[in-house]
Structures are given as C-alpha cells and as structure tokens.
C-alpha cells in the first residue's frame, strides 16, 4: 500500500469516527488497511470499515448478483483488476439458480443452499484472486424464513471460524411489520454485521428505519446496479430464444427465469423475489395468484399477449400491482396467415401434399374455385381484420362485407 493509500484511508478513517459508527479513529484505520491489504471476505469491524470508507468517499462498493460460479469469478476478476472491493450479492432467487431450478425449494432449501454454496465458492477462491469481498445479503419480506436459514447454517460457521459466513444484510419489509421482526434484527446486529432495514411504504416506498446507528443511506448501501428479475411462465423455446435476444439489446438487462409450467396457484411461488411475472395467454393470474404476488414482492404483472380476460383486474387493482400488455402485435402476420390458410382448404392443398407423396399426381377431387369476385364475410373489424380484408380485396379482388359491433375510427 502507497503513501497516498495510506494518507487516503486515514482520512476515511477520521470521517468515521466523527460519523459515529462506534469505532475509534485507530481501531477503524486498522480495519480499513487490514481489509485492503490482506485478501479475502471480510466481516464485522472490517466490512464496516470498508462501507463507512465508501459512504463517506462517495465511492460505493460495486455490487454483483450471485446466480452461477461464473457470477462469483467474474465479480472476483473485476476486484483483481480494479484492485477494489467488491460486493457479492445473494437474493433467494439467485441463489436458488445457483443451486439450480431443478431442486425443489417449496421451503426455500434449494435457495439456502445456493447461498451457502456460492458463499464457500468465494471465500477459496478470494484469496487466490487477491481479491477483497463482502458477501451481501438481500432479502424481501416473503424470503424472510430463507433468511432464517440462512442463519441457522450459519451458526456452525460462526462456532468454527468465529465470524459470520455473510459480510451485510438488507431487508425490505412494510414499515408497519417493524416491531414483528424487531428480535430478528437484533440477532443480526448481534454478530456485529452490517444491516439496512428499507420500509416498503407507498407514501414513501425509500424510508429507512434507524434501528441503530450502524445503518446506511439506500442510496450508498444499496447495489450500485440492481437488476430487475423477471419470472416468465409457460415459456417455450421459441419464447425463450426470442426474450432473451431482445433482453440483450437493452442497456440494462433483465435477469430472465423461464419457467415451462403455467401460472396458477401451485406455481406462483417461483415468482418469489421477481420484479415482473411475465404471463401467457393460459395463464390463470386469479385473486388468489395476485395475492401470492404481491406478498413475494412483485410489481408488475406483464402480459405477452392482446388478451387479459385470465387477469383479476379488481384484485390487481387493489393490490396496487400494474398490468401491462401487447395491445398489437403483428396484425399483418396473422392476418396474411389466415389468408394462407384460406387458399390452402380452397385449393386442398394439404391433401394434394399427401397424394403426391404417394406418387399420385391426379386431379381428382382437388379442384378449388377462383376467389376472384366472390364475396367474402369478415366478423370482425378490428386491425386484424381490416388488414385480412385489405388483402382480400385488393390482392384477390373479393367483394368484402365486414360486421363488428364497434365501428372502425
């Protein structure tokens, strides 16, 4: 460490103290060189040296999400490159893809798992990376007994090594649960981590509750790049490859969990942690699936789809939650399909497949009619049927008659 590290880390050092965070100036000036000078996870005194230091510097540490062992080394190549601290962070969603969909998490096991798992995976290989970590924790109300977990597993941890396994916490809950989740607190506070409590209040959906003096600003605490995750049921291969082409192209992408089964009941708890659920025409988003969505923290509900007569629409109200859908999306495509279909069954273009493959080339009931001058009925004249009855006028010269109960603007 340089003459201007050290001069730069004593002044963060001196900010602390005049902060309040409970550590004198030479007890946090040890713990900020200890924590950029020996490698590794850090926790305690040194994880709060490290967020102290970065509060007051105007320099917050860098977040990553946890999702898979490529996650953990890019975020630990980024630490050796830059040569700063960086954050690893564990959601109940993340480290449930970590450990893998496949495992069943109807009690959050495969999660804590993940977690628990990624956390080993950092603290072998941080070192061997030269690179300094804090093992972050976020987690919303619903993932509370994830969290629970989390810290039984961690009891042998804390026995064995004496320290906590994670470095931070931050929890999201509604300002009125406070009290309920009061003794919660304390058991993490008492191992001397850092924690962030963020009230989730629609007067105010930023408060931060000052359990104690250890607490920081959301802005600086928070990852300094949040991706919103995305729970997109009855997803197919096509949707899939589709999604995640267009997820690519934007500046901020999504973390995309595609899930083949439908939305129901049953399966609405692995939209646990999302922001969105994205639904499908099939999908059945009742009262009671907008409930379990609003209690697993979702926000938005967005449909791939024109229809929304599968949306409880009252409860969503209610629940203050928002639908979004595709209110067009590619009426020529339908409509030239559906007039494709038209001259198939007129000209029995299927059957004349079958008999040519079978070496039969007659004619033999396969003759259709000419459409050009019949008149042709379209029940329906909305963008998918004014265009249908474009083509077939214009490209077949059909006389056409359309009915719709609403008329055309």
């Known amino acids: 460490m340089g003459e201007g590290d050290v001069r730069h880390t004593d002044q963060a050092a001196i900010m602390i103290q005049k902060r309040q965070r409970g550590m004198s100036t030479r007890k946090a000036l040890m713990s900020v060189q200890e924590a950029c000078k020996v490698p590794g996870v850090k926790t305690r005194e040194c994880a709060w040296a490290l967020l102290s230091t970065a509060i007051n510097e105007r320099c917050p540490v860098k977040f990553f999400p946890c999702t898979s062992s490529e996650d953990c080394v890019a975020a630990l190549q980024e630490a050796r490159t830059s040569r700063t601290p960086v954050a690893i962070q564990f959601s109940c969603g993340d480290s449930h893809e970590f450990a893998g969909e496949g495992l069943e998490n109807d009690q959050f096991q495969a999660a804590q798992l993940g977690a628990v798992s990624g956390a080993f995976l950092v603290r072998h290989l941080a070192p061997a990376y030269g690179a300094t970590v804090l093992l972050h924790v976020n987690c919303q109300e619903a993932e509370l007994p994830w969290l629970s977990g989390l810290l039984e597993l961690d009891e042998c941890f804390l026995a064995e090594k004496g320290e906590p396994m994670f470095s931070s916490f931050s929890v999201q809950l509604p300002s009125w649960k406070i009290k309920e989740y009061k003794t919660f607190f304390d058991k993490i506070k008492s191992r001397g981590s850092p924690l962030q409590v963020s009230l989730v209040d629609d007067a105010d959906p930023s408060v931060l509750l000052p359990l104690s003096d250890r607490l920081f600003a959301p802005t600086a605490y928070a990852p ?185 603007p």
């Open 224 to 408: 300094s790049e949040s991706v919103a995750k995305v729970a997109v049921f009855s997803a197919k291969s096509y949707d899939i490859e589709w999604l995640r082409n267009a997820n690519k192209s934007q500046g901020r992408p999504a973390k995309l969990f595609f899930h083949d089964l439908l939305l129901s009941e049953k399966t609405v708890h692995l939209a646990t942690g999302c922001f969105a659920v994205c639904a499908f025409v099939n999908d059945d988003v009742n009262e009671a699936v907008v409930k379990a969505m609003k209690k697993k923290g979702v926000k938005l509900i967005a449909l791939r789809c024109a229809g929304f007569n599968n949306v409880d629409l009252d409860q969503v109200r209610d629940s203050r939650l928002k639908v979004c859908r595709v209110p067009a999306y590619s009426p020529d495509a339908v409509s030239e399909h559906a007039v494709a279909l038209m001259c198939s069954l007129n000209r029995k273009i299927p059957q004349a497949w079958r008999k040519t493959q079978s070496g039969n080339f007659t004619l033999d009931g396969q003759l259709g009619f000419d459409m050009l001058g019949k008149r042709v009925g379209i029940v329906g004249t909305g963008k998918i049927g004014s265009i249908t009855a474009r083509i077939l006028k214009r490209g077949f010269g059909c006389e056409v008659v359309g009915y719709d109960k609403f008329k055309n």
